[in-house]
């Protein structure tokens, strides 16, 4: 492939190393004649990087399901954007994925917020853009939430994708709670496990130094638990039609059995709307 990057060694441990996985596994969907999702950028910054993806291959990490997750959740994002109209998004944890390059046109505002030295990779990669401002620290931190209320004509729309299991429960829990007294009539789209499918995925974890720790129960039933004013829009469990069809072919033999025959396995992974009501 023709340099378009120059190349760099990314500096990042922990659990910001994490978004190399769904960076590599976009980039190797481009090699499929028809990708679950199309990222020739991803393919680029790869290329740019001097890290060992080469390990992601030898440890079997499953590329596809990454993909899959980015697909279900862009198109839960899109018909949620169609149905209010633009509004501001605000993503965390943003890693080097590129929904704003395909979801963009649909927001009227894109914020990011990630770790410092992930911004800072994601500026030599993406061109600035009116649309799109990039915010260098903690989803936690007080300080963008008080850049950031009153400057918007509707509630925002946050995204969270591969990014609260490295959180526990009660943070999550309180992390959503302030969301809702932030930004009152937000809602925000993310993705969790099962706690099964979180002991299978520690166990399996190409990074062995970010544990996984944040899981739900089946139908995100533990989210109106934990606080009656935030409610669930949608919810989307493992394989659920319509947003899987089409995808469920790319998965192991087993995993199609496992989805239509036991019913833990459709609550593995899920991906879940939830409204902050006011
Ligand atoms: C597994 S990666 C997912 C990246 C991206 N969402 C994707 O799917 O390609 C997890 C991301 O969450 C970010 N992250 C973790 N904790 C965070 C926090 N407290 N505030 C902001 N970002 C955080 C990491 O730096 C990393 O970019």
Not at 96 to 109: K, P, V, Y
Not at 236 to 260: E, L, Q
């Amino acid at each position: 492939m023709a340099e378009v990057f120059k190349r760099i060694t990314p500096d990042l441990n922990g659990v910001p190393e994490t978004l190399l996985i769904p960076l590599w596994a976009r980039a190797q969907e481009q090699s499929h004649p028809d990708p679950i999702i199309v990222d020739p950028v991803a393919q680029q910054i790869v290329a740019a990087l001097d890290y060992d993806f080469s390990r992601f291959t030898k440890q079997r990490v499953d590329a596809e399901n990454f993909c899959i997750r980015s697909k279900v959740m862009d198109s839960l994002i899109t018909d949620i954007l169609r149905a209010s109209g633009p509004r501001t998004v605000i993503e965390f944890g943003p890693g080097l994925d590129t929904r704003f390059n395909r979801l963009g046109h649909l927001a009227e505002r894109w914020i990011e917020i990630d770790f410092a030295e992930v911004i800072a990779l994601r500026e030599r990669f993406f061109p600035a853009d009116a649309s799109r401002q990039m915010l260098s620290g903690s989803m936690l931190d007080q300080e963008w939430m008080d850049k950031l209320r009153g400057t918007m004509t509707a509630p925002p729309l946050f995204i969270a994708e591969g990014v609260f299991y490295f959180f526990s429960r009660p943070q999550i829990r309180d992390f959503l709670q302030r969301l809702k007294m932030e930004f009152p009539g937000s809602s925000i789209v993310f993705d969790a496990v099962s706690q099964l499918y979180l002991k299978l995925s520690n166990f399996q974890h190409p990074l062995r130094n970010s544990r996984l720790e944040f899981a739900l129960s089946p139908e995100a039933a533990d989210i109106p638990a934990w606080d009656p004013q935030m409610s669930i829009r949608n919810y989307i469990g493992f394989g659920d039609s319509p947003w899987y069809d089409g995808m469920m072919p790319r998965f192991a033999w087993w995993k199609r059995c496992a989805v239509r025959l036991l019913r833990p396995a459709r609550h593995a992974f899920m991906v879940v709307h939830t409204k902050f009501l006011n």
